[in-house]
Antibody, heavy 121, light 108 residues
Framework: QVHLVESGGGVVQPGRSLRLSCEAS????????MDWVRQAPGKGLEWVAM????????YHAESVKGRFTVSRDNSQNTLFLQMNSLRAEDTAVYYC??????????????WGQGALVTVSP | EIVLTQSPATLSLSPGERATLSCRAS??????LAWYQQRPGQAPRLLIY???DRATGIPARFRGSGSGTDFTLTISSLESEDFAVYYC??????????FGGGTKVEIK
């Protein structure tokens, strides 16, 4: 059974940093691309970042480019999101997502329970 | 950038009724469209991918259709657990994806 468990969320001041982790189990982690998707309180879904199965390529949304970095450790079945220079508008629940889609095929088939990040003075 | 517009924003229906949700893309996305369900306090769940393929474990009452710019998610007979928010998603600018604003299906 596929499980994705995020950790590392919390309250942080603007301008500070936070690192989210996502521990994966129940599937061969190293065979799948992984994404981060966030959801601000009461709002819709926003894609944040994606990393290839082997970590060779990484992509970030324009809203976080230069501040957030996605990475992974396949030996530990863990996905990371390093968030620097945090802003109030980064306040959201961050979901770790397994990406089973190919090019031109969105298919986020498993989601974690989410980690709440609150950026506040 | 392709924009997905979902309508209506809110759909008020009774259990047993049919729900028809729309997702319109600002330009063609071919069949590159997925649907997700999000119940209150829960993570989204994949329902449909490639416009019409049901994900593993999704009941047959959920049906996706459409191509190009116009897509529909139909729930043939609403059950209590179907009252939730539904999002469409496209990926034509690999690997970036975008989501529609959502449709809330509420109990009338």
């Amino acid at each position: 059974q596929v499980h994705l468990v995020e950790s590392g969320g919390g309250v942080v001041q603007p301008g500070r940093s936070l690192r989210l982790s996502c521990e994966a189990s129940g599937f061969t982690f190293s065979r799948y691309a992984m994404d981060w998707v966030r959801q601000a309180p009461g709002k819709g879904l926003e894609w944040v970042a994606m990393i290839y199965y082997d970590g060779s390529n990484k992509y970030h949304a324009e809203s976080v480019k230069g501040r957030f970095t996605v990475s992974r450790d396949n030996s530990q079945n863990t996905l990371f999101l390093q968030m620097n220079s945090l802003r109030a508008e980064d306040t959201a629940v961050y979901y770790c997502v397994r990406d089973s889609g190919g090019s031109n095929s969105p298919k986020f088939d498993y989601w974690g329970q989410g980690a709440l990040v609150t950026v506040s003075p | 950038e392709i924009v997905l517009t979902q309508s209506p924003a809110t759909l008020s229906l009774s259990p047993g009724e049919r729900a028809t949700l729309s997702c319109r893309a600002s330009q063609s996305v071919s069949y590159s469209l997925a649907w997700y369900q999000q119940r209150p306090g829960q993570a989204p769940r994949l329902l449909i991918y490639d416009a019409s393929d049901r994900a593993t474990g999704i009941p047959a009452r959920f049906r996706g259709s459409g191509s190009g710019t116009d897509f529909t998610l139909t729930i043939s007979s609403l059950e209590s657990e179907d009252f939730a928010v539904y999002y469409c998603q496209q990926r034509t600018d690999w690997p970036r994806v975008s989501f529609g604003g959502g449709t809330k299906v509420e109990i009338k």
